[in-house]
C-alpha cells in the first residue's frame, strides 16, 4: 500500500467479507495524521450459507453477496474513494470454487478481493479490538465467533503472544447439525453433541490458552455482541441495583450465559425471535454461537467476558494506517510482514547473512532498473522482492535437491502473517524461480497466479536470480550493484571486495532471459573497493 497524502487527504474503503456479512468502513486520512469515519455499514449476505457440507459456494449466495459488494464499491467511490482494499475470510477460502468467485467479484464489482488466512485474521481482530481499549497492563483472552470460524488470541496492549483460528462458526456448526426444516426447540442431547464437537476442534487450543495468565476476556462479533445484549436484557428484568455502572450491561457472566442457553434452546425459532435483544435474523444460527463461547468459557474456567463492538474491520483499519505513508508509526519500529518473513526463514535454518545481503542487492538492482527506464513497478512489488530474497533458499531446510520447489511449498503453507492470499503466492513464486528456467505458462506455480502477479513475477524473478548471481560465493564480493546509462549503453556497475570473476561468469548467463524481459542487453563495469 503505497498512496500519498494529497492536501485534501486520502480516502479509502475498506471491506471485511465475512461468512455472515459484509462490513465497510469509508475513511479519510488526513495530512494532520488523523483520520475520519466518512460511512460505516454492515449487511448480512450469509456467503457461507449451504457452503460447509460440500465445500463450494452456492450460486444464490454469490449472486447476493457480489450484488452488495458492487453497492458498498459504489458507496465509496461515490465518497471519494481512490482505493478500496477489500479481504475475505472463512467462507471464501474455504471454498473450492473460490477462484470463480474471486473473478466474478472483479469483474462485476470492480473490487480485488484478497483472501487472508485464519492467522492473520486473529491478528487483524487483536489489532482491532485492543487498539480501542485500556488495558491497563493486564494480559488478555479475545475470543471472536465468525460465522465460518472463531479467533483465539492471548496478548497485552502491545503484542499477541498466541494466535488461532479454528474452523467452529455460528454458520458453520448450524449447518452441521441442524437441518433447515429443523425449527423447534433444541434438545439438551442435541446441543449437547454441538458442544463436544466444539470441545474437540478447540482441544490443543485451549491447552495451549491454560499456560498464559489471562487476566480479562473480550469477546468480538455479532455473535457476542446478540448474546451480550440479550443477557443485559434479561438482567434489567431483575430490578437492577441503582447506579450500578452501565458499563456493567457490556459484561456477560458465564451463569447469565448458561440461562440463556437454556431459554433459547427451549423455544422454537419464531420465539426464539422475540426474545428481547436478539436480533431476529441471526435466530437460526444463535444456538451455534452460543454453544462455541458456552463451551470454551466452561473449558478455560472463565467466569465473565466483556464484549466489544470493535472487531477485524477496525484491525483492518489500523494496518492499513501502519503500513502507509501517513505517519502515524515510524516503519523502522513496525513490521509485522518482516517479521513473519524472519521467524520462517530462522524456523528453516536459512543464511540470514546470504539472504540479507542478496535482499539488499535485489532492491539495488529494483531501484536503478527503474530509474533506467527498465520497469515501472512500485513499492508493493519492490517488497516483495526483497521477502522472496530472504526466504528463497529455505528449502535446502528439506533438501538441495529441488530446493526451490521446497521453498515454494513451505512459504505457500506457512500463514504468513500480515500478507493477503496473492501477496503470499508471489513471495512463493519468486523463490521457484530464483534458480533453473525462467517462469513459463506451464509451469503451475506461475500458471496459478492471477494476470497481475504473473506480470510482476516474471521481471522481479529476473533480478531475483540476478541477486542471487551477485552473491554465487556467499562471500559478499559484490558490495553494491547498479544499472545506469551512458548514451544509449546500459551499464550494470559492481562495487566489489573481492574478484568477482565467479559472479561475472553467472551474470552473464542471464543475457538471454534479461533481453526476453527487458528489451535489452546489458555490460558489466567493475569497481574495486580495496584499491
Not at 480485488?112 to 487483536?126: C, M, N, T, V
Not at 513490521?335 to 540470514?352: D, Y
Request: aromatic letters at 6%.
Amino acid at each position: 500500500m503505497g498512496p500519498q497524502l494529497n492536501a485534501s487527504g486520502h480516502v479509502v474503503g475498506l471491506i471485511d467479507l465475512g461468512t455472515n456479512s459484509v462490513r465497510l468502513f469509508v475513511v479519510r486520512i488526513n495530512t494532520n495524521k488523523s483520520y475520519t469515519i466518512l460511512n460505516q455499514n454492515k449487511i448480512m449476505v450469509r456467503l457461507g450459507e449451504g457452503e460447509f457440507l460440500k465445500q463450494r459456494l452456492t450460486r444464490e449466495a454469490m449472486e447476493r453477496t457480489i450484488l452488495v459488494l458492487s453497492r458498498f464499491a459504489e458507496m465509496a467511490r461515490n465518497l471519494g474513494a481512490e482505493e478500496i482494499y477489500a479481504v475475505a475470510t472463512s467462507a471464501t477460502r474455504d471454498a473450492e470454487n473460490r477462484d470463480v468467485f474471486l473473478d466474478r467479484v472483479k469483474k462485476e464489482a470492480n473490487i480485488d478481493l484478497k483472501i487472508i488466512s485464519g492467522l492473520e485474521e486473529a491478528r487483524l481482530i487483536y489489532l482491532g479490538v485492543a487498539g480501542g481499549m485500556n488495558m491497563e497492563g493486564k494480559t488478555g483472552l479475545f475470543v471472536d465467533i465468525g460465522g465460518g470460524s472463531t479467533e483465539l488470541i492471548v496478548g497485552n496492549q502491545v503484542e499477541h503472544f498466541h494466535l488461532d483460528s479454528l474452523k467452529l462458526g455460528c454458520v458453520r456448526l448450524s449447518s452441521m447439525f441442524f437441518l433447515p426444516e429443523e425449527v423447534g426447540p433444541v434438545s439438551p442431547d442435541r446441543y449437547a453433541l454441538v458442544q463436544q464437537y466444539v470441545r474437540n476442534a478447540s482441544l490443543r487450543s485451549v491447552q495451549r490458552i491454560r499456560d498464559f495468565p489471562v487476566q480479562l476476556v473480550v469477546g468480538s462479533s455479532g455473535t457476542l455482541e446478540t448474546l451480550g445484549e440479550m443477557t443485559a436484557r434479561q438482567r434489567s428484568k431483575k430490578n437492577r441495583p441503582s447506579g450500578e455502572d452501565e458499563r456493567s450491561e457490556r459484561t456477560m457472566t458465564f451463569r447469565q450465559l448458561d440461562s440463556l442457553v437454556k431459554l433459547l434452546c427451549s423455544l422454537p425459532l419464531e420465539e426464539r425471535k422475540k426474545v428481547p435483544g436478539m436480533a431476529p435474523e441471526r435466530a437460526d444460527i444463535i444456538i451455534a454461537g452460543a454453544a462455541i463461547i458456552h463451551t470454551l468459557m466452561e473449558d478455560l474456567n472463565l467466569e465473565k467476558i466483556s464484549i466489544s463492538s470493535r472487531s477485524l474491520r477496525h484491525g483492518l483499519l489500523q494496518d492499513y494506517l501502519m503500513r502507509g505513508t501517513w505517519g502515524y508509526l515510524d516503519p523502522s519500529s513496525f513490521s509485522v510482514r518482516e517479521q513473519s518473513i524472519l521467524q520462517l526463514g530462522r524456523t528453516c535454518g536459512f543464511n540470514e547473512e546470504h539472504s540479507r545481503h542478496m535482499g539488499a542487492l535485489c532492491l539495488n538492482l529494483f531501484d536503478s532498473a527503474k530509474n533506467a527506464g527498465l520497469h515501472a513497478m512500485g513499492e508493493d512489488a519492490r517488497e516483495l522482492l526483497y521477502y522472496g530474497a530472504l526466504l528463497h533458499d529455505i528449502g535446502l531446510f528439506l533438501s538441495f535437491s529441488n530446493h526451490h520447489a521446497h521453498s515454494h511449498y513451505l512459504i505457500s503453507h506457512a500463514e504468513l502473517l500480515g500478507f493477503h492470499d496473492k501477496e503470499i503466492a508471489i513471495i512463493a513464486a519468486l523463490a521457484y524461480f530464483h534458480r533453473k528456467r525462467p517462469p513459463k505458462k506451464k509451469d503451475p506455480p506461475f500458471s496459478a497466479l492471477d494476470t497481475e502477479s504473473r506480470r510482476m513475477v516474471f521481471p522481479l524473478s529476473m533480478l531475483l536470480r540476478m541477486g542471487e548471481s551477485l552473491d554465487r560465493g556467499h562471500r559478499q564480493a559484490v558490495k553494491r550493484a547498479t544499472f545506469v546509462r551512458e548514451k544509449k549503453t546500459l551499464l550494470l556497475q559492481l562495487e566489489t571486495k573481492e574478484d568477482p570473476h565467479l559472479e561475472i561468469w553467472a551474470l552473464e548467463e542471464h543475457q538471454k532471459y534479461f533481453l526476453k524481459t527487458f528489451g535489452e542487453r546489458f555490460g558489466i563495469q567493475v569497481t574495486s573497493l580495496s584499491s
